[in-house]
Nanobody, 122 residues
Framework: QVQLVESGGGLVQAGGSLRLSCAASGRTFSSYAMGWFRQAPGKEREFVAAISWNLRRTYYAHSVKGRFTISRDNAKNTVYLQMNTLKSEDTAVYYC???????????????WGQGTQVTVSS
């Protein structure tokens, strides 16, 4: 059974930074793509970023490109999301996802974590 556990969320002022982590278990982590999604109150869940199993491909939503960086450490079964220059509109619950067939920003993943809250105060 796949388990994805996010951490690193919290309250930060606009312009600040946070790094989210997601620890995976139950699958051969290095064989799967990993990604991050977010859901703000009253809105649908949206794609944020994703990275291929071999780190060769990364994809970002237009709204975070240049501010967020996704990375992964296959030896630690962990994926990260470094978030810089945070804005109030980045406030959301952030979810980690694992899956196959990463093809672009339309990717949705197959397994999801429980989410971690990120709140950016203006």
């Amino acid at each position: 059974q796949v388990q994805l556990v996010e951490s690193g969320g919290g309250l930060v002022q606009a312009g600040g930074s946070l790094r989210l982590s997601c620890a995976a278990s139950g699958r051969t982590f290095s064989s799967y793509a990993m990604g991050w999604f977010r859901q703000a109150p009253g809105k649908e869940r949206e794609f944020v970023a994703a990275i291929s199993w071999n780190l060769r491909r990364t994809y970002y939503a237009h709204s975070v490109k240049g501010r967020f960086t996704i990375s992964r450490d296959n030896a630690k079964n962990t994926v990260y999301l470094q978030m810089n220059t945070l804005k109030s509109e980045d406030t959301a619950v952030y979810y980690c996802a694992l899956g196959s067939n990463l093809y672009g920003t339309g990717w949705r993943g197959d397994y999801w974590g429980q989410g971690t809250q990120v709140t950016v105060s203006s």
